[in-house]
């Protein structure tokens, strides 16, 4: 059960990565 929990935390985790640094580039920050 920890091990799916953690297989669906950490793709999760490298989205949010991903579109905060689209988020990022599209603010020129």
Known sequence: ???VT???TQ???IL???VYD???N???C
């Open 11 to 13: 793709p999760l985790l």
């Open 6 to 8: 953690h297989s669906v």
């Open 16 to 18: 949010l990565i991903n």
């Open 1 to 3: 059960m920890q091990s």
């Open 26 to 28: 599209a603010e020129n």
């Open 22 to 24: 689209i988020a990022c």
